[in-house]
């Protein structure tokens, strides 16, 4: 069997408290299932995080072994009105709000020395474009929230810095499935022009120098 051209790492969560139902889970089960990366040689390499600090990095150190080309990360933000395509990760952590293993970080930063922000690693406008292609609202971001989501994006880009070549990396906020007219469907279609934008934007990165932002 050939090498695939680009290797693509999806994930996102489980539920947690207040968030019964994640969507950000289903987006991802769903694109496991489709035959159409397969089929372009894209191997797509899916996990779905326990919404808790420790787990969740852990099971992203395993997606990170896999050397990806593309990493792309899907989060429901409660009160969004459309889809956030996060161009910012900051080091800081909810001292407030526990996971769901109920535990509640006691310091602000997530590393000690690490740095206050850290920007998107990828087009982060060409992959807006690609979400609003589908048909659906999208827009650019700079507040990932305080709690996992910016936790799981701030250490994506800090375990993958040193890498060569470091993998793009992109963290997508979705709205709750059924607000304001995001059907489940509607969200599912917009993961996968994600996935698809990814992809091609890491083929292109082998041989174009890359331009974040």
Same mark, same amino acid.
């Given at each position: ?26 987006? !991802?089960?769903?694109? %496991?299932?489709?035959?159409?990366? +397969? ?6 390499? &899916? =996990? /779905?995080?326990? *919404? ?58 997530? !590393?000690?020395?690490? %740095?206050?922000?850290?920007?998107? +690693? ?6 807006? &474009? =690609? /979400?609003?292609? *589908? ?62 934008? %990814? ?15």
């Amino acid at each position: 069997m050939n090498s695939p051209r680009v290797r693509v790492a999806v994930a996102g969560f489980g539920p947690f408290p207040g968030v019964p139902n994640n969507p950000s889970g289903e987006i !991802v089960r769903a694109l %496991a299932k489709l035959q159409r990366f +397969r089929a372009a040689n894209i191997a797509l390499d &899916a =996990a /779905i995080f326990e *919404t808790a600090y420790g787990a969740a990095e852990a099971a992203l150190e395993k997606l990170i072994a896999k050397k990806p080309d593309a990493i792309v990360l899907f989060g429901v933000a409660g009160v969004a009105k459309h889809i956030r395509v996060e161009t910012i990760a900051r080091n800081r952590a909810s001292v407030l709000h526990p996971d769901h293993a109920r535990f509640t970080p006691r310091v602000r930063k997530l !590393v000690a020395d690490g %740095a206050e922000r850290i920007g998107v +690693r990828g087009p982060a406008m060409r992959m807006r &474009a =690609a /979400i609003r292609g *589908t048909g659906a609202k999208a827009g650019l971001s700079i507040d990932a929230g305080g709690y996992l989501c910016n936790a799981v994006f701030y250490r994506a880009l800090t375990m993958t810095a040193a890498l060569t070549p470091a993998p793009l990396t992109f963290f997508i906020h979705v709205p709750p499935a059924g607000a304001r007219a995001f059907s489940m469907k509607m969200l599912i279609r917009a993961g996968e022009a994600a996935v698809w934008a %990814a992809a091609n934007e890491a083929l292109k990165a082998r041989f174009v120098p890359r331009r974040d932002g």
